[in-house]
């Protein structure tokens, strides 16, 4: 195995275009050392993002929102006072990754890129419109994060590219996100589903929406029906009636030794209304 320790994201994507065989880049190792432990992924070359400049780095973009280096683990994601004011259910998704040890280590980016449709940050992104900024042999590209997994363990991105960064959306006012998983036991567990919700309010109204289920198909789903259920309502009891139907609707779960394909929708719906709920509570500066 070739271990590479790249200067540039430039410099990784050549290493990367030139790689023959089986490549990983690794930024916290809590999937890639895993699995090359349990010899299911055994790379030829693997390349350490962490020499990269900036790569540990949380800044304000020049529109308000957040720019997040790709080896940003999720307790400093967590410990960022005013990046958790803005967005705390992307936050929250993150920090239900793994143990102490974990969060230490774990990424978003990480976690988007292994692919698992259960991964627990990428729905709140999805809801909170997060974009990856992708760094190829060709240069750069933005791409919302919801295009990103194409499936379990696959991603969208070409041979030698790789996400130099995250970037969140300014927040504004009158707006809260959360993330709720339901898993059987108390923590150190696979989501069975997992929801996102974020959501804007004019007065007592919503006037935007993105709800994310995760864990209920082969990739996150942004459901425009969940967004619809209660965009214009007060997320009155018939709205989130309304909600947790739609939700159920677009679930397309398998059934597995985690959960039944049956119990997945039933869930979905309900996680759909208590994440709506809190982030609701959220944007009226209700809940923390
Ligand atoms: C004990 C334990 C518990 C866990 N619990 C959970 C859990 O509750 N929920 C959950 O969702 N996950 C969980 N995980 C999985 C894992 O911790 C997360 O998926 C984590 O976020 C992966 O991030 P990482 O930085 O460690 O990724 P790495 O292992 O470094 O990389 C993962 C994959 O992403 C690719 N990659 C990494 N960075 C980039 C990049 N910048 N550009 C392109 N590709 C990239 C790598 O090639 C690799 O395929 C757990 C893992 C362990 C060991």
Redesign the pocket.
């Known amino acids: 195995m070739r271990y590479h320790t790249p200067t540039s994201f430039a410099d990784a994507a050549a290493i990367a275009v030139a790689a023959k065989g089986t ?12 699995q090359m432990r349990a010899g299911a992924v055994l790379p030829d070359d693997l390349i350490d ?1 962490k020499h990269i400049p900036g790569v540990d780095q949380i800044t304000r973009t020049a529109e308000g929102g957040w720019r997040i280096g ?2 940003v ?2 307790i400093v994601l967590g410990a960022h006072e005013d990046l958790v004011r803005d967005w705390p259910g992307v936050v929250e998704g ?1 920090n ?4 102490t040890q ?1 969060q230490g ?12 449709p ?4 990428v729905p709140g992104m999805v809801a909170a419109g997060a974009v990856v900024t992708i760094t190829g042999p060709n240069g750069s590209r933005d791409l919302p994060v919801e295009q990103v997994p194409t499936g379990p363990g696959r ?1 969208s ?1 070409a041979k030698g ?4 960064a995250i970037t969140l959306p300014p927040r504004g006012k009158n707006a809260g996100d959360a993330y709720l998983r339901f898993i059987p036991r108390t923590e ?4 069975v589903v997992g929801c996102a919700a974020s959501l804007r309010l004019d007065g007592d109204k919503v006037v935007e929406a993105r709800i994310a289920l995760g864990a209920v198909a082969p990739t996150v789903i942004l459901s425009e029906a969940a967004a619809r259920a209660i965009i214009g309502t007060t997320l009155d009891d018939k709205a989130l009636a309304a909600l947790a139907k739609a939700a159920e609707a677009e679930a397309k779960p398998i059934s597995d030794k985690r959960g039944t394909k049956e119990f997945r929708i039933e869930v979905a719906g309900v996680l759909a209304r208590r994440a709506a709920k809190i982030a609701y509570d959220r944007a009226k500066g209700l809940k923390a």
């Open positions: 490549l990983r880049f690794l930024a916290g190792g809590t999937d890639v050392l895993v993002l790709i080896a683990p999720g993150m239900l990754v793994g143990s974990v280590r774990a990424t978003l980016a990480g976690n988007l890129c292994n692919g698992s259960a991964a627990d940050s991603t991105l590219e790789v996400i130099s150190m567990d696979i989501a």
